[in-house]
């Protein structure tokens, strides 16, 4: 039969799973620049998240009640199970490893998009100082061709 662990595990790997699929279709909706779809994958990010959330506290709880130890330090090792059978450590230890990896793919594929997001941002304030500044009349271009402002001489061409 198998523990509450071993299904709180399991549990938490396929949400992991969904939330990563919600990170890709985030991501590829922010290269696309697709505003109207990340309205959508903003709120299933957000539930996603917040499942994943009630996960790890479940299996935190079954961490104190099936006595796990796990290493402090990275890559986090599943050490001990003391309060279940030593035949279902090596399994245990496999799913944690599993959970471990795909959490690190998550946060990763996070941190890109989070990037996109900030690069994306950038752009479009230089677009509106840009705007601005041709409305007002500061405008102008270098020998290259590039938009530049004529009152501070920064180039608004470089990202």
Partial sequence: MESLLSQAFAAELIELDRFIAVLEREQAALIANDLADLIEIAKQKAERAQTLEMLARERKRLFDLNGVAIDDN???????????????FPALA?????????????????????Q??????????????????????????????????SSSGHSLGKA
Avoid: C
């Fill in 74 to 88: 990275v890559p986090h090792e599943m050490l001990a199970v003391t309060r279940l059978p030593a035949a279902d």
């Fill in 94 to 114: 496999a799913q944690w490893r599993d959970l471990l990896q795909k959490a690190r793919h998550a946060s990763a594929l996070n941190q890109t998009n989070g």
């Fill in 116 to 149: 996109l997001i900030n690069t994306r941002q950038q752009q479009n304030q230089q677009m509106i100082a840009l705007f601005q500044n041709e409305r007002a009349g500061n405008l102008s271009y270098d020998a290259y061709g590039q938009p530049r402002l």
